[in-house]
């Protein structure tokens, strides 16, 4: 059947028939149960509310555009430094974030704002729908190049809803704290990707070797993600969090434990590189952990010297599982990781579930004084001791690993549907297999401004 | 008289001495007219002042940032698509932006906080100017590659008057809606772009057809731009509203319908694209329009079902616009679009003033309670009816139409002045006739580090 | 000794260790001294406390990004010009900004908040860090491509110390007013780099001349950086402005200050290129110089007038010194200054600090009211005349000169040091003798998609 007309249209026709499905659903979903909450209906909001309690929730606004800024220029720039798949980078990521953010839109709505018949929503849905469409891009890093585009939304369509799930059993059932999402968003969204990769193994990709590269200036392209993201990583951990010490004390351990681990790059980079030679790719990547292993705990009282040695331990891991992990992981355990998530999110993500689990277990009622209610509610109500939540927070991390797992696996089989477009071995990280492509170079026709054309014209 | 030296040392002064000129009259205005507001006047402002209702002004200062990222980033780098085009288009959209900030600072004042003699300034004034400046950068896609800087800033000089006067009287005069600017920025912009286009239509324009595509990673600076523009929209609509609900409201309308116009402009690329691929062009650009199409409406009660519905609409339409109408726009109707701010700015905003006439037609005290008196004040003071706000909401749309009509064409007028510096045909979209260009690639003569040269050095 | 095997392993170990024992360093530092402020940390914020008066502090949040997104994707991409050190650029700047900012945080913390035995850390250190690595990041760009990165380390390592004395002298014991840093940030930074590229001279760097400009694209990436720069330059001189109208005042300044210099920089640029072509370097630099010529006064009531005035000024000198002095600045001086950081920060700055002398000389009681306090508080308590503090503002920029000359004379010395990695005068400018570089083009072997098979994909 390979190759006949029919099949071909088929498979044209796939991709837009699929957004046109998958919008068409959202939208009447959106129209029976979304509405405005009770901030954001101009029926509902009274000027007489505008208090302080209130004003907690405008600050949020700035806070929104910067982790829309991450998700979207960092994770979209960060795939781009593949020599003949940047338009897929960012393309897909703007497809798959697109979707992702309305669809996560409903599924967490369902789980957490469902009453009266409908999902109630705010700019708090916005920056959860980042969230979520943060892991979908994670887990994409790790098929980069291998998948088609209807395949991807497919994948995204399965992540929201385990995404949603898993973050609701963790944050609503199981009384975890994971404001930077270091298990909710990277563990999840790196092990749900490698699994998912692990399921599509391609035993002969080595006919795309010649593309898996990068070159010059898609390696530049590369550094705008790393130095947005690193940049605007503050925000992304401190988005929901209350104003006050606690929104200081995550900006603060964020932007400590990633200077960190920028120098622990830096200084593991040159120690194993060819020649003492640093590697772009570490610098792209490893420099950027820092910002993931605090995402459990950068809001509680890490210490600014707890950010630094966190920071620095996840930079140099991270470093390590660049030069010698990834080569295993492929020849050994069959996965093909194309951005290295496993190092930038999947070890940094454990780890920083683990470190959670430690300053959690140090917890005191000294230490945290009237900020353990907002830092950790359970134990402030007598609830829960402090090594209480530890093994809650440890059982988090396991829970996540199971639903990523899982969901990774399911996801590879729904993906491996004979029908799905997927490009062939040999035309993996090729842009030309989904985009109309234009050459390299200027038009050679083109030539030099003479002086007599200079002169003549009006 | 071509060619002769004191022709070209004429045109070698024209852009020097008109910014010198531009600049000199603005300061003396300035001088003259301009004066820090009470915002923003030490001796005007009192700590004691500090309540509730400054607030809201405060909360100005990021999203002021936003909107200059927008305009900058992202109108900067929509345009470097180009091959040979790319320091024009960023180059160019400097020094627009520049004195267009300045220039509509003074008109704006003049129309709107004159008084006692004096324009007074503050934070509003630089969001509004840098509305204005988008609407100008808008034009300049219409125009781009075809026009010298000088011809540039007469066009900046004209519109920006006209673009104050269509806004005072939609907005002051008619009590027309139009929160995000689909009339005064969007379709004032592409429309006067067009005409002006039309006035200067060059029939000989293929001799510069082979410099007219991109490249490829002429494309990924674009997607720099589209990045920008998508991300920091909702907090362009939003600028200017007032806090609460009003500014929650508009943030997620426009979110929703810039996720349903990227759906969109993916199902419908794939489906019209040759052997179903992508074009870029339309993801560039088609993606969006969900921004432009509820720029009137996203603060009215438009439901999150009805901003994905406008979105997906407005994504759809500007795709087919880009596959189906530019080439006709062209041959037929004499339009030589560079940047297709037809399907870009033009229809969707149109579309969107449309999508206001029906909201505002639809509103009721019921749905909007104590927030109609932000969204729709004549209509809450009882001075006006829905029906009687959708007139004038409608007849906004035509005097806007009207004003970029007849400022285009007497723009274009205005530029064809025979003394002014054109570039000829065969040297459109090219940057060597504005600037001194670098070659593509490193010097040849740059050899590969060789092993004794590295032991060599001290 | 060159070229031995054990000295060859020195070299590549240097910059591994510097880095391990720099980030050791300044963690057991940060473990004994560093503790989080009392709106940072949980026991010591009370949700009580939650006042007016703190609402001051929470408004600096989105102000730090806009800092942060400066320094790093601002200077970061401003330095990519070069042809072959696009890697180098941008890493180095993410290594010693990584550095920098902890280690300005233990100097800063030492001089300014240090009590108890203990450094107090909040979103303020933040910002005083970013500052502090814009400094360091200026003396860069003097001495980019002609160092390496231990080199560069140790450079920021006594600069970092210095800048914090000077900052202190000036601010604390001089009651100097310098709110954007025309002295402390820019003179400072620039006259310590051109000092110490000075002591580095190369009489035999052309042998790197064919490397030392730049490519098409290349231009295109610094454009990142220079956008960025002047979008959020508003934010960077009003980040530790009180909020009100200080704050709105600074912005507004900065902002017609840049939209002058950009014109004036045309003008200038046009006038005196080759053929009225206009050049790039001028437009990515000289555009910016109204942020750096307002730093010290655009709190001040310098009218928008005076804004305007001061940006043309600065963007017109700075244009010329580009063309006129940089190369009088190496032929006679023996200043080698890569990216022209004396006609962006130096000159610019000089201007500003005696802008600052002017506006303060003439401020009256009259002209500030009530904001004299915040503006000029030894005036508003009657501790000096506007005269006395003129004067002292001269004598802030002459003692910034002296620490910055002999800073720069004393890290000349330091970087000299033998043992020291150091590039050859042939391989200045080369990426390669840092980094592993991949090719400047995708693989040849690369084939186009040919139908065959694209149509036998599963």
Redesign the interface.
């Known amino acids: 059947m ?2 006949s007309p029919s099949r ?1 249209a088929g ?3 796939q ?3 699929l ?2 499905f ?2 068409g659903a ?2 009447v979903l ?2 029976v149960f ?3 909450n009770h ?9 007489s509310n ?1 208090s ?1 309690a209130d ?1 907690e929730f ?2 949020r ?2 806070s ?3 982790v ?2 991450m998700v ?2 960092g994770f ?2 960060l795939m ?1 430094f593949l ?2 798949y ?2 897929s980078s ?2 897909f990521t ?2 798959l974030a ?2 992702a ?2 669809w996560s839109t409903l599924v967490q709505g369902f789980l957490h704002s469902f009453h009266g018949g409908h999902i109630h ?3 708090e ?2 920056i959860n729908a980042d969230f979520c469409a943060g892991a979908v891009l994670i887990s994409f890093g790790a098929v980069l190049g291998k998948t088609g ?1 209807a395949q991807l939304l497919l994948m995204a369509l399965l992540e929201v809803v385990l995404f949603g799930i898993n973050e609701f059993v963790l944050l609503h059932l199981l009384g975890v704290r994971d404001a930077g999402g270091s298990m909710t968003i990277h563990t999840f969204g790196a092990y749900f990707g490698l699994v998912l990769s692990r399921v599509l193994y391609r035993p002969q990709l080595e006919k795309s070797k ?2 898996q ?5 898609s ?3 590369t ?2 993600g790393t ?2 993201l ?3 990583w ?2 992304f951990n401190a988005a929901l969090t209350a ?7 995550t ?2 351990n964020t ?2 434990s ?3 681990s ?3 790059t ?3 980079s ?2 194993v ?8 790719v570490h ?1 792209q990547n490893a ?1 950027l952990t820092g910002g993931v292993v605090v995402g459990t705990s950068s809001k509680m ?1 890490l ?3 707890g950010a ?2 966190a920071g ?1 331990l996840a930079g140099t891991v991270s470093t390590l599982g660049y030069k010698f992990f990834t080569p295993i992981l492929e020849s050994k355990f069959k996965v093909q990781d194309t951005c290295g998530v496993h190092n930038l999110h999947g070890m940094p993500g454990v780890l920083g579930a683990l470190l959670g689990v430690l300053v959690a277990g140090l917890a005191t009622h ?7 209610e ?2 950790f509610p359970l134990i402030a109500e007598g609830q829960r001791s402090a090594t209480s939540q530890a093994m809650h927070q440890l059982f988090g991390l396991f829970v996540t690993l199971m639903f990523a797992s899982v969901g990774g696996g399911l996801g590879g089989l729904l993906l491996k549907l ?1 029908f799905l ?4 071995d ?2 993996c990280y ?1 842009d ?12 050679k ?2 030539r ?2 003479r002086v ?7």
């Open positions: 390979a190759g071909a498979r044209r026709l991709l837009p028939l957004c046109l998958l919008q959202t939208a959106f129209a979304v509405r405005y901030k954001t209906d101009a029926a509902l909001w009274h000027r505008h302080n004003n405008y600050f606004y700035p929104f555009q910067d829309h800024a979207f220029v979209g720039f781009v020599q003949r940047g338009f960012v393309g703007f497809l697109a979707f953010l309305q929503v705010g700019v849905s916005m585009p010649h593309r590269g990068s070159v010059y200036h390696d530049l392209f550094m705008i130095i947005f690193w940049i605007f503050p925000s104003l006050g010490a606690g929104q200081h004390r900006a603060l932007y400590y990633l200077a960190a920028t120098l622990g830096f200084a593991l040159a120690l590189g060819e020649d003492g030679r640093l590697d772009m610098i420099a009282m210490t600014p010297f630094l040695a620095f000294e230490a945290y004084g009237d900020g353990l907002s830092v004979p477009d997927s490009p062939p040999s035309q090729e030309q297999v989904h985009w109309q492509v234009p050459g390299e170079h200027e038009d026709a083109q030099p401004l007599e054309e200079a002169d003549t014209y009006a």
